[in-house]
């Protein structure tokens, strides 16, 4: 029964709606760019290992190890799928708060979102392309769909590449005025973006209700082990304890909000997937912040940050 309908029904998000969160997440995107400046660019060359770690455990990791859980635990196909989209989403619009409050590399944090939100553009539909086609129930609805990766890429350019792009050059030619910017719109949108989320939530209450406890138990086994994947991964490269933190949250906080403005675009709302990632999307919130709570009463000694 579960299967059946999950796998079949698609959620109801009406295409205004749809337009509707399409700016609202380009707008918290633009948002953060406000914060990013071209120096911050600087570090990507001056100490590129922490970089490539965060990056490698958000593209080739995390959607490697999510793939292995699929296999493992054999959800059904939407869910399955669900999980393989958020995998190839780049990190949450919140991480760099969460990396800030749970102690880390806030700098890290931040030209960790930028890189990976750029290299989004290409990952995303790769890797949701690649992962996706490898089982079986999955390629079956990638299949049905006739997924073209190129309207992907050119969706998520102009939904995060765009916006990226136009804050950074802001923040260039206007530093002052993008800091003001930045602190108010970033708030505002990012609580815009939620309350549409709690929306389309509320608007399918009653497929939610009926299924929360099948998607919530997979979500936060999903969600730990991303959290898992990024501390593991940068311990094993010898990073420093702030570091280790940022690439933690970076990997466990995904951008979730991508993902299912994607299903949406591309999926028509396909029940499971929309379900995992929305509730993604309020978890690792929650998860987050417990994470840096945890770690706020952990203090680092002074130490270089590798």
């Known amino acids: 029964m579960t299967e059946n309908l999950l796998d079949n029904v698609s959620l109801n998000f009406d295409a205004q709606a749809q337009w509707v969160l399409n700016i609202s997440l380009a707008l918290v995107m633009f948002g953060i760019a406000l914060e990013i400046s071209i120096s911050d660019f600087k570090g990507l060359f001056q100490n590129p290992k922490p970089i490539f770690t965060g990056l490698f455990c958000q593209f080739i990791l995390l959607p490697l190890l999510t793939f292995v859980l699929v296999l493992l635990i054999e959800p059904i196909a939407s869910i399955a799928l669900g999980m393989i989209m958020v995998a ?23 030209s960790l979102t930028a890189a990976a939100t750029l290299l989004a553009v290409v990952f995303t539909p790769l890797n949701l392309q690649f992962w996706g086609s490898l089982y079986p129930p999955t390629h079956e609805i990638l299949k049905d ?53 709690f929306l389309a939530l509320y608007n ?21 082990l991303a959290f898992i994947t990024g501390f593991s991964f940068a311990k094993l490269m ?28 591309f999926f028509d709302g396909l029940g499971g997937m929309a379900l995992l990632a929305a509730f993604w999307g309020i978890w690792h919130l929650v998860s987050g912040l ?17």
């Open 204 to 224: 399918n209450r009653i497929i939610f209700y009926d299924y929360i406890m099948y998607v919530f138990w997979i979500v936060v086994l999903h969600n730990m």
């Open 88 to 110: 190839a989403c780049p990190g949450g619009n919140v991480s760099n708060f969460i990396s800030h409050l749970g102690g880390g590399n806030t700098a890290l944090s931040v």
């Open 290 to 306: 417990l994470l840096a709570a945890f770690w706020s009463n952990k203090s680092i000694k002074t130490e270089t940050l590798t």
């Open 145 to 197: 769909v006739a997924l073209s990766p190129w309207q992907m890429v050119q969706l998520v350019s102009l939904l995060l590449g765009l916006p990226l792009a136009l804050g950074i050059w802001v923040n260039h030619l206007w530093p002052t005025l993008a800091k003001k910017m930045g602190k108010v719109l970033k708030v505002l949108s990012l609580v815009f973006f939620i309350l549409l989320v």
């Open 238 to 265: 010898g990073l420093s304890k702030r570091n280790i933190r940022s690439i933690t949250i970076e990997t466990g906080i995904q951008n979730s909000g991508l993902g299912l403005l994607l299903i949406f675009s």
